[in-house]
């Protein structure tokens, strides 16, 4: 039984938060781009850019200016994030070329994109670095001591050494939720999910509100690829996602399409994935426990998805003109 | 008309696949390479040498399969993106089947590793399904969650259960050869006498030829049986065919299983036709690379033949670049998924174009009532 | 009154195969209540849109308060002080009262952070200033059709709308929900208000109207003042001919009990039934009606009696036989016809061919089959034969059957119900969308079903349709059958009366 109290360590609690980061971070994208009625499926594609070039950014940075490096030394990791946001928005312009403009069924569009980012990955992964699979190592964000908790000692394994992208994950979470509630974008974005036609008529441009949804979503599925890459494993390697993108999903069908759920349910997902690498000492096969989040996500779908209420107009392409 | 129209249908993969070399061409001529070189040396490498040409035909087989696979669940309606782990399903079963049992006569053994293998992929699928039809979960997450657990069970029945004994201590991690009795049958001999020589010709097997029956009698199938018709109902108004007394679930039960079932045999190419083994680095991907031909294909069971056919030639190209061009294979993956975008874009314009056309013909000019049609939402 | 508000002139619409709007002049004056009358498919609706900017016109102009104006989006209307109410109603079910009304113009402070107590309190104000009663912060979904009609008129009132463009606002109300909008209505003009009202009902017309453009065919027949003009006037120049306002129905003796309806339950969203404890029976040769305001119970009613809904309690009884239980497929075969409410939903597949939609549910008839495979030949020739019957208007039965028009359509339903000859029909809002040619020739296939011994239950909102074809009429409200009256007991007021819930329980014959 020595194993059953590893299952609920102060240790297991502070690196499931860390891994329950680029969930949640791909989930608050899933649900801006399904709130304005856009499916994303392709989140999963632009994790892997954003591993890739949150990797490559940072690694740049660290060679073409190393002395400013140097001193600031979270100007190299910094860099790497804003290169996979930048590959997540270019992503995310596809998708929403495709699907928006063109009205392709948006399952199709996103599986084409999670075919196209592999390929991509690997591909200039050897063009830069002479090989397919990995990169070199890159360096984190200096981690932070969050004042005032830090000074308790039960928390603190979870409040000391915490990634600034944690943090910013968190005020995420509540930025979203209060756009989504309170601000006039959220309205209208939400409107554009529910019924779009009805946006239109009040002179509510559709298409610009799915745009910016599923643009959103691109750059937090980047971003999540970008803390996988840079401060989970430090550096880039092939299948890293392991299906995040995918389980971003669920979560957010899980968290009924709102931010603050999302983060519940990823959290969920996170402490499985934490158990995942952790406890290997469990009378398990250790393949097993690898897919041990994926086993709870096809539970949590089959268990919870019919309780949620999905928008209105959820996956359904927009269209002006009469048919 | 129709003839114009017939022509377009035609045009439109085409200027689609134009679109999706140009596309990366673009990469290409980022990388400082020439794209016309490269895509010459492509064609080149494929179409002049006897062994490209039987290579691709070897790998347009698998595709075939997956093709066919993905295009049933798209005819009602379902994502399959779970082909990927049921061939996995499919190649361990048909392994198992293979090696496990000894001295059967191949009529009985062959049969018998085709079976285990669309019936563990059956068996695999039906997570999936029931939780769909019963639950509602949505098939795409919960296929692709079944992928990874297909690979992780895959490894573990590799790895740590069915390991062949005599590989123990050597780095290959497979399991023990099949039985001569449980392999596809080359078409090595039946090339032969036309002077058809190498390993290459000898990799071609049975399940090329039984690949494109199965297209051809599902095509058939689709189009002519009452079955068929059931599932065009439901594919275009699954609510008017509950009316009618289709039973929606079981039709589409019915063709994921179908779908499953074919799926079960996209490994068995490379495991009971060329390997005799399954070992953890057996091709993967090509349940991925379905999807893209059913697309191309248009969910068309002998579209199917001629998309297998141009993913099975960039597939033996992206060698031939990686070789001669010194351009990294992986361009050809990407100049498939450019194509796949290229395809969809151009066949929901297409669909658009044919609709308004429809709409001009169809009414006869006399009545003045469409006016009802045309303002109405 | 004689003051310019809109003048249209020589606009036309075009789309594909089809005209439908023919150099329409339209004039209106501020302050009028201006009635659009004509079939479905005159061209009004599209006529509205071109005005709401929605369309454009591909010729004609158009010009607000005496200046030429392009009229390219529906927001550029607003600015024009045009509004309009939709008939269907655009509004979003999650959202509050307060939040439709704003959506597209909302009040915010810094970083678009919306004024939420600002806009309930305009919204409050509007309902006084006007005289509606609505709460603002109440769920639409949750509220009535009447109720929502006027959160979308408010909509167009809290965007400084000096003009309204209502599209068949009567077609979902019940008559004393009616006669509130026109209250409604009068206080808006009486306020300066301008009202562009668009109807076929021509009683309702004649009631509120100033001014009625009469349209036919997409072309403007004439402007008349409602004062002085009789509803036979307006018929005869919608039609272009004089009008059958009644059809004949002769007596029929009802003949055995063939649709027998027993204590019926079936399950609705969360713990509510949505049909309660429903009894009737239908004989042979008799036309059963049922009214009801739409969304009380009666689209369940007929799933559950056609085999799509799961009964929970009591009994269906087709021919005497117990049915309760059995599938769609097995109801079918035992002779029981559906012409569904909305056959876009539930009637036809827009994607197929019209000959695939006409074997829909009979596709597995001997005649229709070799074993497994289908009897192409066999089919062809069947489909040849109801294409000629019905005068169904298509130029190849290999078409998809979304190129038909609505009354064609409607019709490959028609004609497919019938085929086989059924014994039950059970016919929900059967001439829906329908123009007047198409709207009798369904109501006489009605009759004539009757009169070839088969039961019909007719369901429509309709009450014209229901008082000119039922021998009884049941009413539907909340799920239960309130009411119950024989042919010519009741008028259409009273049943209103009984179908918003008013109708005093002591009169009811339910059960």
């Known amino acids: 039984m020595e194993y059953m109290t590893s299952l609920f360590s102060v240790a297991l609690l502070a690196s499931a938060i860390r891994v329950t980061m680029p969930i949640l971070l791909a989930s608050l994208g899933a649900v801006h781009a399904e709130r304005g009625g856009v499916v994303n499926i392709g989140l999963e594609g632009i994790m892997i850019m954003g591993t890739f070039f949150g990797a490559v950014g940072a690694y740049a940075f660290d060679t073409r200016f190393p002395s400013l490096a140097q001193t600031w030394p979270n100007l190299a990791p910094l860099a790497g994030v804003l290169a996979a946001v930048a590959a997540g928005l270019l992503f995310g312009l596809i998708h929403a070329l495709v699907t928006i403009t063109f009205r392709v069924d948006q399952i199709i569009s996103g599986v084409a994109l999670n075919l196209l980012a592999g390929g991509l990955a690997r591909f200039l992964n050897i063009l830069l670095f002479e090989k397919a699979t990995q990169s070199p190592g890159v360096r984190g964000f200096t981690p932070i001591d969050i004042p005032l908790l830090r000074d308790l000692p039960a928390l603190r394994p979870l409040v000391t050494g915490v990634s600034p992208m944690i943090i910013t994950g968190v005020v995420l979470v509540a930025v979203s939720q209060w756009v989504l509630r309170r601000t006039r974008f959220g309205l209208r974005l939400r409107a554009v999910g529910e019924y779009p036609l009805a946006a239109d008529t009040l002179g509510v441009n559709v298409y610009h509100l799915r745009y910016a949804g599923v643009l959103l979503s691109g750059a937090l599925a980047g971003m999540a690829g970008a803390y996988l890459a840079i401060e989970q494993a430090r550096l880039y390697f092939e299948g890293m996602t392991q299906g995040r993108g995918f389980i971003a999903l669920a979560a957010m069908i899980f968290g009924n399409w709102w931010p603050v759920g999302a983060l519940g349910a990823s959290a969920l997902f996170g402490y499985f994935d934490a158990l995942s690498l952790r406890v290997v000492r469990l009378p398990v096969p250790y393949q097993f426990i690898n897919v041990l989040p994926h086993i709870v996500t096809i539970l949590v779908l089959a268990g919870f998805v019919r309780r949620a209420r999905m928008p209105a107009a959820d996956g359904v392409p927009y269209t002006k003109e009469e048919e | 008309m129709k003839h114009r129209l017939l022509v377009l249908q035609m045009a439109t993969p085409v200027l689609a696949i134009l679109f999706g070399m140009l596309s990366a061409s673009v990469i290409i001529l980022a990388i400082g390479r020439n794209p016309l070189d490269v895509y010459a040396v492509m064609v080149r490498f494929n179409l002049t040498r006897t062994d490209s040409l039987f290579s691709i035909l070897f790998k347009t087989t698998p595709l075939i399969f ?77 296929t692709i969650m079944m992928n990874y657990i297909a690979s992780a069970l895959l490894l573990y029945l590799i790895n740590d259960v069915f390991r062949d004994p005599t590989q123990i201590g050597t780095p290959r991690v497979r399991t023990p050869l099949v039985a001569a009795a449980a392999r596809v049958p080359s078409l090595g001999p039946l090339l032969a006498p036309l002077g058809l020589h190498g390993s290459d010709v000898e990799k071609l097997n049975l399940l090329l030829p039984v690949g494109i029956v199965i297209a051809v009698v599902l095509a058939y199938f689709l189009s002519r049986t009452r079955f068929g018709y059931e599932v065009r109902a439901v594919a275009f108004n699954p609510l008017a065919a509950e009316a009618a007394g289709i039973p929606n679930a079981r039709v589409q039960f019915g063709m994921f299983m179908l779908s499953a079932g074919i799926a079960g045999l996209v490994g068995l190419n490379d495991i009971l036709g060329f390997f005799g083994y399954l070992d953890i680095d057996f091709p993967k991907g090509l349940g991925f690379l379905g999807i893209s031909v059913a697309l191309l294909a248009k969910n068309n069971p002998l579209g199917v033949i001629p998309a297998a056919l141009l993913f099975g030639f960039l597939d033996r190209g992206a060698a031939g670049v990686q070789f001669f061009a010194r351009v990294p294979k992986e361009i050809i993956v990407i100049l498939q998924a450019l194509i796949i975008l290229a395809i969809v874009v151009a066949y929901e314009l297409l669909t658009r174009y044919v609709r308004t056309q429809r709409k001009r013909e169809a009414e006869l000019p006399v009545t003045a009532t469409p006016a009802a049609e045309a303002t109405g939402r | 009154m004689s003051d310019l508000f809109i003048e249209l002139q020589g606009i036309t619409k075009r789309f594909p195969g089809v005209v439908a709007n023919d150099r329409v002049d339209l004039t209106v004056h501020r302050g009028e209540i201006h009635a659009i009358v004509g079939e479905n498919g005159a061209g009004k609706s599209t006529l509205m849109r071109v005005l709401y900017g929605l369309y454009q016109p591909d010729e004609g102009t158009i010009a607000v308060k005496g200046h030429a104006v392009t009229i390219e989006s529906p927001r550029r209307a607003l600015e024009l002080g045009i509004g309009m109410v939709h008939q269907h109603f655009m509004l979003i079910p999650v959202f509050t009262v307060a939040e439709n009304v704003i959506l597209g113009s909302e009040p915010v402070w810094g970083f678009g952070r919306l004024r939420m107590r600002e806009a309930q309190q305009r919204v409050a104000e509007l309902c006084r200033q006007y005289g509606f009663v609505l709460d603002p912060t109440a769920e639409v979904g949750s509220l009535s059709v009447g109720e929502q009609q006027r959160v979308e008129i408010i909509k167009v009132l809290y965007r400084g709308a000096e003009l309204l463009i209502l599209d068949e606002p009567t077609a979902v109300l019940v008559p004393q929900e009616v006669d509130e909008l026109f209250n409604n209505l009068r206080q808006l003009v009486a306020q300066g208000k301008t009202v562009i009202f668009i109807s076929h009902k021509l009683d309702e017309v004649l009631a509120i109207s100033d001014q009625i453009t009469v349209l036919r065919r997409g072309r403007v027949v004439g402007t008349v003042p409602a004062a002085g003009t009789t509803k036979a006037q307006l018929a005869e120049m919608m039609v272009g001919r004089p009008v059958l306002v009644e059809l004949a129905h002769p007596p029929v003796e009802p003949g055995p009990v063939r649709l027998d309806v027993r204590q019926v339950r079936v399950p609705g969203r969360g713990t509510r039934p949505a049909v309660r404890d429903v009894s009737f029976a239908v004989g042979a040769g008799e036309i059963y009606g049922i009214a009801g305001v739409e969304g009380n119970g009666q689209t369940e009613l007929v799933e559950a009696l056609v085999g799509l809904r799961r009964i929970t309690g009591g009994q269906l009884l087709i021919d005497g036989r117990d049915v309760t239980h059995a599938t769609a497929r097995a109801i079918r075969l035992m002779g029981v016809a559906h012409i569904p409410e909305d056959r876009h939903r539930r009637g036809i597949a827009l994607p197929m061919a019209v000959w695939e939609n006409m074997i829909l549910g009979h596709h597995t008839r001997e005649e229709f089959t070799h074993g497994a495979l289908l009897n192409r030949p066999g089919i062809r020739g069947f489909v040849r034969r109801r294409v000629g019957d019905y005068d169904i208007r298509v130029a190849d039965v290999e078409a998809p059957v979304l190129a038909l028009s609505g009354g064609n359509q409607q019709k490959v339903v028609v004609a497919r119900e019938f085929s086989f000859a059924p014994q039950v029909l059970v016919a929900a809002q059967p001439t829906r969308g329908l123009d007047i040619g198409a709207t009798e020739f369904v109501m006489r296939q009605l009759l004539a079903a009757r009169s070839s011994g088969m039961a019909v239950l007719l369901v429509s909102a309709n009450l014209e349709e229901i008082l000119s074809l039922s021998d009884r009429v049941g009413v539907m409200y909340g799920g239960a059958l309130v009411a119950e009256f024989a042919r010519g007991e009741v008028s259409a007021a009273e049943l209103g009366l009984y179908m918003t819930g008013a109708g005093r329980t002591g009169e009811a014959r339910a059960g």
């Open chain 2, 66 to 142: 997956a093709g066919l696979a993905v295009a049933l669940s798209f005819r009602v309606s379902l994502f399959n993106i779970g082909v990927e782990g049921q061939y996995y399903i499919g190649a361990f079963c048909a392994a198992l089947v293979g090696f496990s049992l000894r001295g059967l006569p191949a009529v009985l053994h062959l049969p018998l590793a085709l079976l285990a293998a669309a019936g563990g992929a059956m068996v695999w699928a039906l997570v999936p399904i029931v939780l769909k039809l019963r639950r509602g979960a949505h098939e795409v997450i919960t």
